[in-house]
T-cell receptor, first 113, second 109 residues
Framework: DAGVTQSPTHLIKTRGQQVTLRCSPKSGHDTVSWYQQALGQGPQFIFQYYEEEERQRGNFPDRFSGHQFPNYSSELNVNALLLGDSALYLC????????????FGQGTRLTVV | EDQVTQSPEALRLQEGESSSLNCSYTVSGLRGLFWYRQDPGKGPEFLFTLYSAGEEKEKERLKATLTKKESFLHITAPKPEDSATYLCAARNSGYALNFGKGTSLLVTP
């Protein structure tokens, strides 16, 4: 049973560029959340997708956008990258409305230079 | 505003030396208190979810407890492989997990 998988694992981008990160949820899960984790900090909630709709958003600018596909996989897009966007981006999947056990992927390490 | 605070920031233990990690929270309408373990460069690994004051859950050398204002993660007779960052997160009536900054645990032989 595959867990949550994210791609790519590492990425280096130049300031001002755009990036797309991908996530496949754990088998049987239909909800995907994205988090940003800066070095030495806890993860910060970006947004959550359920039934292909964004149902809650954290305190992140509109440069951060996402999408969920019919197979429940998800993408996180970040436009106009800033140096401060360098972080570990984590995808978490869960089932339905309860969010009782959110399982995380291994993350994508994004470095903006 | 919801807040989750973990203490201590870092903890060094000798193998076999039991201790507790603290997570204090101010969350309106708590819908779950979560504990995760995170190894360097990896995603958080789910450990426990607690829902109501007085609830306890155990897994191997770890036991999590919950009061109305705090949660504790008790580590009994830790081993070097228990070294990791332990993250606590609270969920209110929404869907987001509100994480603390974590406690970095080092267990030495």
């Amino acid at each position: 049973d595959a867990g949550v998988t994210q791609s790519p694992t590492h990425l280096i981008k130049t300031r001002g560029q755009q990036v797309t990160l991908r996530c496949s949820p754990k088998s049987g899960h239909d909800t995907v959340s994205w988090y940003q984790q800066a070095l030495g900090q806890g993860p910060q909630f970006i947004f959550q997708y359920y039934e292909e709709e964004e149902r809650q958003r954290g305190n992140f600018p509109d440069r951060f956008s996402g999408h969920q596909f019919p197979n429940y996989s998800s993408e996180l897009n970040v436009n106009a990258l800033l140096l401060g966007d360098s972080a570990l981006y984590l995808c978490a999947s869960s089932w339905g409305d309860r969010n009782t056990e959110a399982f995380f992927g291994q993350g994508t390490r994004l470095t903006v230079v | 505003e919801d807040q989750v605070t973990q203490s201590p920031e870092a903890l060094r233990l000798q193998e076999g030396e039991s201790s507790s990690l603290n997570c204090s929270y101010t969350v309106s309408g708590l819908r779950g208190l979560f504990w995760y373990r995170q190894d360097p460069g990896k995603g958080p690994e789910f450990l426990f979810t607690l829902y109501s004051a007085g609830e306890e859950k155990e897994k191997e050398r770890l036991k999590a407890t919950l009061t109305k204002k705090e949660s504790f993660l008790h580590i009994t007779a830790p081993k070097p492989e228990d070294s990791a960052t332990y993250l606590c997160a609270a969920r209110n009536s929404g869907y987001a997990l509100n994480f603390g900054k974590g406690t970095s645990l080092l267990v030495t032989p």
